[in-house]
């Protein structure tokens, strides 16, 4: 299969023998994005002037802070905190007490567009994440470049078959892609594909963690653990996608 620079990182995500070859290329794209962010981007203007507006979700502030680098990490925190503190207080001024009968935290009724405007100006910071985008918009470059391959290249319909399928989370991002990316006789050649390799390989992580349970029964005690001895984190990995055996990324500096 001819190579390109934009088809390597798919194919050797296929060549891994992964659970789900999407799950090591957003890995790959996630750690890449931290390495990038708290490298030396911090230090650039634009970087920190989007970082600043966007912020991170919880799960990569936890990312970055296990990686390392504190200094990196202060300095995009300040800034962004000084830029939250500022838009923070603007709606904190304008904020008006529910009247009675009106809609509070828990309860129902309606309030006004004004008293919803903190809650929803914190809902929105919630929403935005630096590290999210970065590796996101790469991401679904990657499930555009599948079907690329897919279509025009014939060795790679060999590397799907011969792959452990994919987790159910990224099985459905390539099922709303294909109805976008594939005509009928596309899909009609590559469908019953997935879904055969969804049905062995789900029936696989079932046999695997059901033989896990099994070992603990005292009758199976010299028994041989077969290939089931990391059957948990490939059983949720193959249900929602991600590592849950993987520690902390750090920096290897």
């Known amino acids: 299969m001819k190579e390109k620079i934009y088809t390597i990182p798919l194919t050797d995500a296929f060549m891994a023998n992964d659970e789900c070859p999407f799950c090591f290329v957003e890995r790959k794209l996630e750690q890449d994005a931290i390495d990038f962010i708290l490298g030396s981007a911090y230090m650039e203007s634009d970087i920190r002037e989007a970082t600043d507006q966007l912020g991170f979700c919880r799960h990569h502030f936890q990312m970055m ?8 990490n202060a300095l995009m925190l300040k800034t962004h905190i ?3 503190n500022r838009e923070l207080s603007s709606h904190l001024k304008s904020y008006k007490a529910t009247p009675s009968g009106g809609l509070s935290l828990f309860g129902k009724g309606k309030s006004s567009e004004n008293n919803n405007s903190l809650s929803s100006f914190l809902e929105e910071k919630e929403q935005t994440c630096y590290v999210c985008n970065y590796y996101k918009d790469t991401y679904a470059r990657y499930l555009d470049t599948f079907f690329y391959m897919y279509k025009n290249n014939p060795d790679f319909k060999d590397l799907i078959r011969n792959s452990k399928g994919f987790c159910l989370h990224h099985l459905k991002d390539l099922m709303n892609e294909g109805e976008r990316s594939l ?3 596309q899909k009609a050649d590559l469908y019953p594909l997935l879904f055969e390799l969804t049905e062995q390989n789900m029936k696989r992580i079932e046999e695997d963690i059901s033989w896990f349970v099994d070992k603990f029964d005292y009758r199976n005690k010299e028994a041989d653990w077969k290939n089931s001895k990391d059957a948990i ?4 990995q193959k249900l929602v996608g991600g590592y849950p055996a993987d520690g902390p990324y750090k920096d290897s500096k």
């Open 233 to 236: 984190p490939r059983s949720i």
């Open 65 to 72: 802070y296990d990686y390392g680098n504190s200094l990196g």
């Open 82 to 84: 000084i830029k939250m």
């Open 183 to 185: 005509n009928e006789k």
